[in-house]
C-alpha cells in the first residue's frame, strides 16, 4: 500500500510540472501578421504578442479539442472585439470579430521554448 501512495504522490508531482509548461507557437495570419502566442494551459491564459509592440494575456477556456479566449475593448463597455479559438489537433487559429461579422483564419506551429532565463 505504501508504494501505491508512493506512486500515487509521485505522478502527482510529474503530472504538475509538465502541466505548468507553456506552449509556444508562431501563427501566421493573411497579410503575413504574425502572432506569437505563449498558452498556459496551468493558468488558464494564452499571451499574444501581434508583432505590432502590443502584447496582451487573456484568460482562457481549455477543453480537450480547443483553446478559446475573448479580446474586450474595455473603453466600450466590455464588448468583444475578437474571439479566438485554437484547435489543438490541427493548429488553426480562427479569429471572429463580432462588431463587423468578419473571421480570419490563421495557422500555427510549435515553437521551441526560450532558453533558461535568469529572471
Known sequence: MKNFFAF???FA?????????????DCLF????????????YNNTVTIDYSTGLIRTY?????????KFVDV?????????????INRTTLKMN???PS???TDEGQ????????????
Not at 493573411?30 to 494551459?41: A, D, G, P
Not at 475593448?73 to 479559438?85: H, R, Y
Not at 500555427?108 to 533558461?116: G, Q
Open 8 to 10: 500515487i504522490v509521485l
Open 13 to 25: 508531482i510529474s503530472g504538475t510540472a509538465v502541466a505548468g509548461s507553456p506552449t509556444y507557437l
Open 30 to 41: 493573411s497579410e503575413n501578421r504574425l502572432f506569437k502566442v505563449t498558452i498556459n494551459e
Open 59 to 67: 484568460q482562457a477556456i481549455f477543453s480537450a479539442n480547443e483553446v
Open 73 to 85: 475593448d474595455d473603453s466600450s463597455g466590455g464588448i468583444a472585439t475578437s474571439i479566438f479559438t
Open 95 to 97: 479569429r471572429e470579430i
Open 100 to 102: 463587423i461579422s468578419s
Open 108 to 119: 500555427c506551429s510549435l515553437v521551441k521554448a526560450p532558453p533558461s532565463r535568469k529572471f
